[in-house]
């Protein structure tokens, strides 16, 4: 059973900066971050595979980085420029041969 455990996530003003982990029990092809904000659908943020190739929601590409440490097991989101609407809980994600798997999430709350 993989196990995904999250941390980072607080209360930051506008324009403020953070950074999300999420550590994996192992390796996994494909990691990265959705997120969901009351009311809303879960969106993706970003994902990054284990060769380092990157995918960014529109809403979010040249304010957030994703990154990963594979000898950690490790992903992370760097947030930067954060706005009011990027309010939400944020799940790590990971995929591995097929298979789907969820963090509990950490939330992020920008106050304007």
């Known amino acids: 059973q993989v196990q995904l455990v999250e941390s980072g996530g607080g209360l930051v003003q506008a324009g403020g900066s953070l950074r999300l982990s999420c550590a994996a029990s192992r390796n996994l092809f494909t990691m990265g971050w959705y997120r969901q904000a009351p009311g809303k659908q879960r969106e993706l943020v970003a994902t990054?595979?284990?060769?380092?190739?990157?995918n960014y929601a529109d809403s979010v590409k040249g304010r957030f980085t994703v990154s990963r440490d594979n000898a950690k097991n490790t992903v992370y989101l760097q947030v930067n420029s954060l706005r009011p609407e990027d309010t939400a809980v944020y799940y790590c994600n990971a995929k591995n041969w097929g298979m789907d798997y969820w963090g509990k999430g950490t939330l992020v709350t920008v106050s304007s």
């Open positions: 990054i595979t284990n060769a380092g190739s990157t």
